[in-house]
């Protein structure tokens, strides 16, 4: 073959392949994920197939997040919208509408059983009637619920996406094969610690369903959301439950003020356990950049705390 057309071939197929790959990522589904950890389970399920915008981003609160143009602009152009429901994006209903976006929304959190505000919870604070009946919308925090936001992100996926219905079952299953070996491990180390010793302070109540699946008492000076202000009994009363009960494990999470953990940390006498990531995941050079590596650093961090009271 004449060189000159060997060249020409060579040059055929390169620009072949080009055309080929800027076809496949105009043609990926286009989802929007209303905050980090939600993105990172609608990649693991989606993978190649899918482009994800994250509107909280890394270490931002949804809690008091408000909607730019940019995520107007984002939700329009979206084929797919997740969202995890149960209260947590109180400002995404306006955002839809504001957008014009008429496509299917997944509400990740569909068939999950909604943990409401314990009476011990309601007692330990002022404003527990401001909060009586309150839905916990942070169900990730057991693994077990985060296999059915897997299964609900899959569900959503096919729809839009049909040709790669088979794709997006096998990553999920993949998937929660990963979850499910965690879910066991977080049990294994939790229960090496006496269960008199399974107690910890964190900055909100955002942890329920954590210590309800993993046999941890959890107490905090804030609700369910960071709007929320801590009153000063509620402070003085974690106080004195830590100097009572000897707890250790207290901690600071990455969306929080950390000045009110640290005074009451302070004020106890007790030395903080570092820092949790509980309604967000880290930036990718930090602890926490995946659902998967939140859980195993938020874990160690406070068995670790926990052992020292031992």
């Not at 109180?90 to 496509?103: A, N």
């Not at 903080?272 to 160690?300: C, H, R």
Request: glycine share 8%.
């Amino acid at each position: 073959m004449p060189r000159i057309t060997r060249i020409l071939l060579v040059l055929l197929a390169f620009c072949c392949s080009g055309g080929a790959t800027e076809a496949r990522a105009a043609n990926k589904i286009k989802v929007v994920a209303s905050f980090s950890i939600l993105e990172d389970l609608v990649k693991n399920v989606g993978g190649d197939r899918v482009e994800v915008t994250s509107l909280v981003g890394p270490n931002g609160d949804v809690h008091v997040y408000q909607p730019t143009p940019a995520d107007v602009k984002a939700v329009s152009a979206a084929d797919l919208v997740v969202v995890n429901g149960l209260g947590m994006e109180g400002w995404m209903e306006r955002l839809v509408q504001t957008s014009g976006y008429k496509g299917p929304i997944v509400v990740a959190t569909k068939g999950i059983k909604p943990r409401e505000m314990t009476k011990e919870e309601e007692e330990a604070h002022e404003h527990g009637a401001k909060h009586k009946h309150e839905i916990d919308p942070h169900a990730w925090q057991d693994l077990g619920n985060g296999i059915i936001y897997v299964n609900n992100i899959a569900k959503g996926l096919s729809t839009v996406d049909p040709a790669g219905a088979a794709i997006y079952q096998a990553n999920a299953t993949a998937y929660k094969a990963k979850l499910s070996d965690l879910d066991r491990w977080v049990k294994t180390e939790f229960a090496a610690i006496p269960k008199a010793k399974r107690r910890m302070i964190t900055s909100h109540d955002a942890l329920g369903y954590f210590g309800a699946a993993y046999g941890v008492e959890i107490r905090s000076p804030l609700g369910f959301s960071t709007e929320s202000e801590a009153a000063a009994g509620d402070i003085a009363r974690l106080i004195k439950q830590i100097r009572q009960e000897k707890i250790t494990a207290v901690f600071i999470e990455n969306i929080t003020d950390p000045r009110l953990m640290q005074q009451v940390a302070k004020e106890s006498g007790v030395s903080l356990g570092g820092e949790l990531y509980s309604d967000s995941l880290s930036k990718a050079d930090e602890p926490a950049p995946t659902y998967i590596e939140m859980f195993k650093n938020n874990v160690t961090k406070i068995v670790a705390a926990m052992r020292q009271g031992l």
